[in-house]
């Protein structure tokens, strides 16, 4: 058996609590993170049945603010922000010059030229880069990643869990808004496919929301999740992730995510290159399979049917709720259809798998 | 952790049971735990040669892909079919249901390569904590 050894990575700022709460920790893009604590089955059976508390303090976020502050980012980003109301907040891609994706983002308004942007972890650097090069004058851009904590509690269970927590303040935050906490913010926002909520608070406050959030879940069976579960559960939902599913050659309309990129803009970056694939198909697709024949699909697989080359996996794994062994793969668009016999290739031979709709999980209700 | 006397191990977490000319493999309970919940393991056919410290199977958690190599060369003369219906046997019972496959020696020389249960265990406390 061969395993790959950890180098350097960086701490989380909770990375003691994840210890003593007996984590398994690795590597993941450059930060060590809580792999599991118990158990990954056990930890996505519980955001899927309960409720659990992940710590993705990894992630990035930017303020972008100033005079100018909207129209720089009408100008930039691929949906409409005019109309997002104050403490709302919208899911979209950042789209490249030549239509690819730059990365995946939640813009909060927090007020009419004052906008939050979460970035993912891997792509700060980046990201923040993009935003700087292209900010006019007057808009500043801000990088709190160094100062700010993020906590995700997702599941059924997870407002009962917060109003105790936090009071009955936060009882009608609806999906995809935010209300002000404690130096940050509570939105109803997550990457699980259930209900819950991504807490965003500096992180010397971190250890003390943390241990709240467990006091008052310990009687709902809050767990803690670490990031092995947070995959699987995301998977499971079908929601893409950057290095994967999104990556700077992909289109938001390969990837299926053309409802969020608005092609009646006037402007963004690549907006003509979306316009034309829209207006000429694409040639590859996102789809989603379940294998029929035994074996577990991994990023990087190719797919082939009758010996040649669709495409290839850009997730795959094990599903603890249903024990399937499910992916995610760019295929060519004439065989991207539901009920398609396709083959993964894994470790060279070809192995039985089927096309089918996404996602694989939906909540009920 | 228990790493029974009466096996052989390797660096890379097999152990292998000596009977004669023949001799099971499984992971070690070091290894069991490393690798967490087994959900799916590939086993080697019956009659397929491997050759000492080349995989011979493939043992998968939720999120990664282990390579089994084999403690010594030699013939599989039996596979633990058991492991395809509930590969968590080997998280239960690494060393007893939870074996992997079974081997004909072809060079039984080459066991005195491997590691005994003591040398294993000090290989073992040397690797990185996590």
Known sequence: MTMTLDIEPRKLPLHDEHLLKGARMGDFGGWLVPLFYTSIMEEHAAVRHKAGLFDISHMGEFLVEGQGALEFLEKNLPRRLGKVKFQQAIYMPLVNDQGGMVDDIIVYRMAEERFLIIVNASNIAKDFAWFEARASNGVTVNDLSEDMGLLALQGPLSQKILLEAFGAYYKDLKRFYYKDFEGGMIARTGYTGEDGYEIMIPKKKLKAVWDVLFRAGEQYGLLPVGFGARDTLRLEAAMPLYGHELTDDITPLEADLEWAVDLTKEHFPGLEILKKQKANGVSRKRIGFEMVDRGIPRHGFEVQKDGKVLGMVTSGSFIPTTGKNIGMAYVSVQEAKVGNSIDIMIRGKAVKAVIVSLPFYKKKG | ?130
């Open chain 2, 1 to 130: 952790m228990d790493f029974p006397e009466n096996l052989r191990y390797t660096k890379t977490h097999e152990w292998i049971a000596v009977q004669g000319t023949k001799a099971k493999v499984g992971v070690t309970e070091y290894a069991q735990k490393e690798i967490s919940d087994v959900v799916f393991v590939e086993l080697p056919k019956k009659d397929q040669i491997v050759q000492q410290a080349k995989t011979a199977a493939v043992v998968e958690s939720v999120k990664a892909a282990f390579d089994i190599y084999a403690p010594a060369s030699g013939k599989v003369v039996a596979a633990n079919a058991a492991l395809e219906g509930n590969p968590a046997l080997i998280n239960q019972s690494p060393y007893g249901d939870g074996w992997i496959f079974e081997l004909e020696l072809s060079n039984a020389g080459e066991l005195n390569n491997l590691l005994n249960a003591k040398q294993y265990l000090e290989a073992v406390q040397q690797a990185p904590q996590h």
